[in-house]
Structures are given as C-alpha cells and as structure tokens.
C-alpha cells in the first residue's frame, strides 16, 4: 500500500527515470490509498505525513520510510519503521538481491544516505 502523496512524489520530474516509469505503471499488487485522517506534521512534507497517517489508519506491521524526521516521527507514534537499507539488508539475506549491487545502484540515484548508517548496517552483516 502508498498513499497517493507518495505515489505523486515517485512521478516527479526530479525522480529517477526508472522511478517514474514504475510509478507512471504501478504493479496491480500496489494499493494506492488516500488517508481518512490527514494532519500536517511540523519538518514533514505531505508524503511522510500521508505515510504515517495511513500506517497508523490501516494498523501497518512495518512502516517503510527513509527520510529521518519521518521515521522519529513515526517511531514516536508508536509504528515500527524500517527503511530502503534495511529492506535492501534483508533481501540480500533472503537471496533476492546483492546489497552492495543495490546500494551501488541507489548511489547513482538521488537517495541519500550517511556513511554512519551505512557503517552500522555493514557492522550488522558481517556478524
């Protein structure tokens, strides 16, 4: 499920080319969702808040959201977060995906990430 915040994000002209041709022709698994209770949240653009809106509104296991004024947030709501790394983390795991292919990958993209972050999840995947 993505509220319909973030599925316009995902089509924005600054996105990555293959964000946009994915967001432009969504798999038929993906639930486009707009929250009941939207509230604007202070440091957060209507993306996050939507995200966070619609956890809470559909009682989401895990709430998948990078950005860390958002994830405080959510956290702070009481919603268990994850983010692209960790997803990434447990994908390698899984045998899905290379983690460091993918984060090769998102390098050349406009995903940010600080190399504290990425020296805790590589401190976690070697043990």
Known sequence: MI??????ELKHP???EPVRDWSAH????????????????????LGETEAIALATEINAEVLLIDEQAGRQEAARRGLKVAGTLS???????AGFV????????LHQTSFRVSQAVLAEIE???SH
């Open 98 to 105: 290379s983690f460091d292919a993918a984060v090769a990958r």
């Open 3 to 8: 509220p319909s915040a973030v599925l316009r």
């Open 123 to 125: 401190e976690r995947r």
């Open 26 to 45: 969504p798999p038929d698994w993906l639930e486009v969702l707009t929250p009941k209770n939207i509230v604007a949240i202070a440091r957060l653009d």
């Open 87 to 93: 997803v990434l983390d447990e994908a390698d795991q």
């Open 14 to 16: 600054v996105a990555p």
